[in-house]
């Protein structure tokens, strides 16, 4: 008989860093002054040495770097708003939704991974938008970066010169997410070539686009059923395992995510 010890579970938070930041005239450290409050598009491509404070703000303007130099962030979408949101405020609840679903899509195909694939790498994405000032004087385009961390990072690790196709194929385990401590929630996230003691090794989806939230309680069951099932056979079907889950409320479900993690414990 398989006994399954559920040892750690968690609420996640959604797979970007910066879903709807607050308003801000902070536009960043290091700033370049041509990029402040800037009308135009930033450059598609473009490197920066990003921080998590700078991920903070909803604006940024951070001096980009040749991406043969250390860099932690790079970006890899950039374009102007739908024209709905024209006369929209900048601080839009509906602005970020779009960006959730925009971000998340063109970061799947920049990475060369799937959407569950992409919720278990320590590699995430931010956006931004136009400051304040611009957004008054009518600039209306988005800029998608994928950085070195993820939301509980202090500081962000460094990027390849480029992170395109960094998932294609098997991806090396300084890209993918494991933890440290005796439970997933509130553990440090950290690579998995890093000495650990959970891996993210699976995710379930519970519901299309247009479905409403279920509610915290389904969310939470069928994702702890889900998980003791799945963690047993990425294992393969020991006695005796523990396994642990993250799952999110209605504001990520609005937001756009519908997957919970699944981790297996490995003292790796």
């Given at each position: 008989?398989?006994?399954?010890?559920?040892?750690?579970?968690?609420?996640?938070?959604?797979?970007?860093?910066?879903?709807?930041?607050?308003?801000?005239?902070?536009?960043?450290?290091?700033?370049?002054?041509?990029?402040?409050?800037?009308?135009?598009?930033?450059?598609?491509?473009?490197?920066?040495?990003?921080?998590?404070d700078d991920v903070a703000m909803a604006s940024n303007a951070t001096r980009t770097v040749d991406c043969t130099e250390k860099h932690t962030a790079e970006t890899f979408a950039v374009g102007d708003l739908p024209t709905s949101f024209d006369d929209a405020d900048v601080d839009d609840k509906e602005l970020g939704a779009w960006a959730y679903r925009t971000c998340s899509e063109k970061f799947q195909r920049f990475l060369g991974a799937d959407e569950s694939l992409v919720m278990r790498t320590v590699v995430s994405w931010a956006w931004f938008r136009p400051s304040e000032k611009a957004w008054s004087a009518g600039a209306?385009?988005?800029?998608?970066?994928?950085?070195?961390?993820?939301?509980?990072?202090?500081?962000?690790v460094a990027l390849p010169q480029t992170a395109k196709g960094l998932l294609l194929g098997v991806p090396d385990d300084k890209w993918m997410v494991c933890a440290s401590g005796p439970t997933v929630s509130g553990s440090v996230k950290i690579p998995c070539s890093h000495h650990h003691d959970w891996r993210?090794?699976?995710?379930?989806?519970?519901?299309?686009?247009?479905?409403?939230?279920?509610?915290?309680?389904?969310?939470?069951?069928?994702?702890?059923?889900?998980?003791?099932?799945?963690?047993?056979?990425?294992?393969?079907?020991?006695?005796?395992?523990?396994?642990?889950?993250?799952?999110?409320?209605?504001?990520?479900?609005?937001?756009?995510?519908?997957?919970?993690?699944?981790w297996a414990k490995t003292n790796a």
């Open positions: 008989m398989t006994v399954a010890r559920r040892l750690a579970l968690g609420l996640a938070a959604l797979p970007l860093l910066l879903l709807a930041a607050c308003t801000s005239d902070d536009q960043g450290g290091n700033t370049d002054p041509a990029q402040v409050d800037a009308m135009d598009a930033p450059e598609l491509g473009a490197c920066r040495l990003l921080t998590p209306r385009w988005y800029r998608c970066d994928a950085v070195g961390g993820g939301e509980q990072s202090t500081s962000y993210a090794v699976t995710t379930i989806k519970l519901g299309e686009s247009g479905d409403d939230y279920p509610g915290d309680r389904l969310v939470e069951v069928k994702t702890r059923d889900y998980c003791s099932g799945s963690v047993a056979a990425w294992l393969s079907y020991p006695v005796d395992y523990d396994f642990g889950y993250t799952y999110f409320h209605e504001a990520e479900w609005s937001a756009g995510n519908r997957r919970s993690v699944c």
